[in-house]
Every structure is written in C-alpha cells, then in structure tokens.
C-alpha cells in the first residue's frame, strides 16, 4: 500500500514551500500576506523564551517581551538580531494581578500570544505552605493574560500555553509544579471550546537543556546520562527546539491542532519508565536540515531527512489496526536503519467495533507508543495524525510538514488530531 498525498486550497494564494521540509504548503489566511506579525511572549528573557523570542524576531515577527527580570530583558534587546524589528519591551511582574490588567493598554494588535513564564518549587512538599506565588504564575497569570489582551487579539489569533511533561505525569518534591501545570493542560482545552475564533493549543516541554539544568549539571547535582536514560530519544532537547515548536504553534499551520497538546519529550511520556533505555546512537538531525518527504513504497530522493508518510490505517478493515500498523513499521525498518521519521495518517472516526475486536485501536496506538520507545535511540521516529477523511484541511500540510520534519527531532510517540477547511487530499492504491 502507497499513498499520493496532495495539497490544494482553491481560495488561497500561491503556495510556498515550508522551510526546511520539503512540503509545499497553501499560504492563506490572517498570517499569509505581507502585514507585519505581532506576538507576545512572556518569559522571554531566559531558556525557552529567549530561544523563541529570537526565533520570531528571525522570521520577521515584530516582538512584545514580557518578563519581570528587566537586566535580562535589556541583555536580549542587545542581542537581538540587526535585520529584524525592534521589540517593545515590558518589565512585569506576572504574578500581579494589576500590572497584567495594566498591560493590555500598552499593546499593538496582536496575532499570537505565549504564555511562556513559569517557575518550579524544588525540594517542596505538595502540601508545604508558600505555592501561592507558583500558582499564580503558572496558572492564573495565563489566564489574566488572555483576559488583558482579548481586545487586542485579532481574529484568528494563536493563543499558546507553554505546559509540560510533568502536567501529565506527578514529579514529587516540586511543589504543586505539576498539578499547575496539569490545571494549564485543561485550561487550554476549554478555552479553545470558549474561543473557537482563536486556535489555542499548549505545548509540554520535556528535558530542556536551559541555563538552570546546565548549571545543574555544572555543579555535580544532575548526571546528565541519568536525565538520558529515561528519554527514548537519547538526548536532552534545546531550548532551540521547544521555540521551532512555539514558533509553529504561533504560525498559520497551528490551526488543525486547536485544543490540543503538543508534547515534545522525546518520547519520555509514552516509554513508562520501566527500564533504563539505550543512549543515542547518533546526533541530533539539524533542526534546518533539508527534509524528504515520501510515501511509503517509495524511494526517497537523494539527500536529506527521509519523512515517510503511510496512510495505509485509512483503508485498514475493522480489527485490523494492529496488524495494518505492524506491516507499515516493518516496511518502514527494513529502508530505515537511523535518522528518519514514519508518519501514519489514520481515520479520525472509527466504525462501532463487535466488542471481540474492540481492543484492535487501543493496542495499535500502545504499539506506536512502543516502537517509540524501542526506536528513539536510533534516531528513528513515528507519530499519527488523525484526520477525518480523504479530504481534510490545506493546513494539514503545514501540520504534516513540521511532525514529519527534523524541526519537531524530539516528537515521537503522538498520536494528534487534525481538524481543518480547505483540501489535502489521500490517494490510497494497492501496489
């Protein structure tokens, strides 16, 4: 079984190609013309923030920085790229309810708002007395934040929460660390219900090698190989990863995942934790690097990132998802031996199953955690996208684009839901 995937939207404008993918994607809506990009992010003058913030400021954004450390602020307004457009700084305290309130006099219109700022309570008790200051960071000033800029959001709007790995999963003796940033996870679910005009998404970091872990790692209290173990991946991400993340989740190509969460751990989230894993057995593709997208039953072209998409789960007969999914995986293991990704389109919507074959998805989607966790050392990944039929959204493509390219290296293990307008179209044939 191969696939043909093609992309059209009759109402957008010329395509383009995203960059450094390989997939052409249709440039339409609020981010497609030559107006300037306005995004706020807050926590932006250290580790994932600041990572993001010159990001943006690369791809043209013009920046509203947002952090309560103004020395820091000041030192990344002197970095700051000489081509791009100058940022509007903001020191603030986020954990005032006032100067958030405040804020929102003070801004241009906007076209994405991060919720980045966040802080950790290590060696806390959940119960110790004096989270009070970690709430309200972590979990109310994003919601005052969207209540302050809701008039100056534009329709279309990207709203991004920056959760993690640790609202899906208790880590002990953090405080309420984790169950802020589980309470932010569902915050963002509702309020994507609440504002379908915007598309809310959140994304959970897992490992980041911030300015806090390396001095950690300086100073003998963290083993790096100990942190490793536990990432199917093999390695600690960058802060440079999670702000391509971010800035795709601010981007036109966001669109199909409002509501959702995007984790980004390497697969630690789905590999259990039952055993230590292999270290890497290779680098990290560049984020940059060319990619080439193919379909399954294909041969790639010469040079660069092979991507390989396999929709052969759309056409797969009721009880059959676990063995279609193994076929595709070992037709994918026998042209892959390291540095690839295999992305499978699957049916968004499932036929009611006789209740002998209704564990046939739940084993299949167990099977793509497993061979995530199996496969990461490699350098191998795999992910679903779950679209609801042969035709879906011009913005899958972008959405294709960035899970099956090196730009998402540490995603892997996720299975996502697409959901949009316009036209990808999947063209199953028997080979």
Same mark, same amino acid.
């Given at each position: ?33 030559? @107006?300037?990009?306005? +995004?706020?992010?807050?926590? #932006? ?15 043209? !954004?013009?920046?509203?920085? +947002? ?32 100067? /958030? ?8 219109? %906007? ?48 709203? /991004?929460? +920056? ?34 005009? !915007?598309?809310?998404?959140?994304? #959970? ?19 790096? @190989? ?37 984790? %980004? ?24 690097? @060319? ?19 396999? #929709? ?33 389109? +699957? ?7 006789? !209740? ?58 996720? !299975? ?16």
């Amino acid at each position: 079984m191969t696939t043909r995937v093609h992309a059209s939207a009759p109402n957008s404008g010329p395509g383009r190609e995203d960059a450094g993918s390989g997939f052409a994607s249709a440039a339409s809506g609020p981010f497609s013309g030559a @107006a300037p990009r306005h +995004v706020l992010v807050t926590g #932006a003058a250290a580790g994932i923030g600041r990572a993001t913030a010159l990001r943006l400021a690369r791809d043209g !954004w013009h920046c509203v920085l +947002v952090d309560a450390d103004t020395s820091r602020l000041a030192q990344l307004a002197a970095d700051w790229p000489t081509d791009a457009p100058s940022p509007r700084i903001h020191p603030v305290d986020l954990c005032d309810a006032a100067q /958030v309130a405040a804020l929102g006099a003070h801004l241009p219109a %906007l076209d994405a708002l991060i919720n980045n700022a966040g802080m950790s309570a290590g060696g806390r008790d959940a119960l110790d007395a004096g989270s009070e200051r970690l709430l309200a960071l972590n979990l109310d000033a994003p919601a005052r934040l969207v209540q302050a800029c809701a008039d100056r959001l534009r329709p279309g709007a990207r709203v /991004v929460n +920056v959760a993690s790995g640790a609202g899906l999963r208790a880590i002990p003796w953090r405080g309420l660390y984790s169950p802020s940033k589980a309470g932010l996870i569902a915050q963002t679910a509702a309020l994507a219900q609440a504002r379908p005009d !915007w598309t809310v998404t959140a994304l #959970a970091p897992g490992f980041v090698r911030t300015e806090l872990v390396q001095q950690l790692i300086d100073s003998g209290r963290l083993v790096p @190989a100990q942190a490793t173990a536990k990432i199917p991946r093999g390695h600690m991400a960058e802060p440079e990863d999670m702000a391509e993340a971010l800035c795709f989740l601010a981007g036109e190509g966001a669109r199909p995942l409002s509501g959702q969460l995007l984790v %980004l751990d390497g697969g630690s989230s789905v590999s259990g934790g039952s055993q230590p894993l292999p270290p890497a057995q290779a680098p990290l593709p560049p984020l940059d690097m @060319a990619c080439t997208p193919h379909d399954a039953g294909t041969s790639p072209g010469a040079g660069g990132y092979p991507a390989v998409l396999d #929709a052969s789960l759309m056409t797969a007969a009721p009880g059959q998802w676990l063995e279609t999914l193994q076929a595709a995986a070992r037709r994918f293991r026998r042209a892959h031996t390291a540095q690839a990704s295999l992305t499978l389109l +699957v049916p968004a919507a499932l036929p009611a199953l006789p !209740w002998a074959q209704a564990g046939d998805p739940a084993a299949a989607r167990m099977l793509l955690h497993t061979l995530a966790a199996e496969w990461g050392s490699q350098g191998l990944r795999i992910n679903a996208l779950a679209i609801d039929g042969p035709a879906v959204g011009g913005g899958v493509q972008a959405l294709l684009a960035f899970v099956a390219s090196p730009r998402s290296r540490f995603l892997t293990g996720q !299975w996502l839901r697409a959901a949009a307008a316009a036209t990808t179209t999947i063209h199953p044939e028997e080979t």
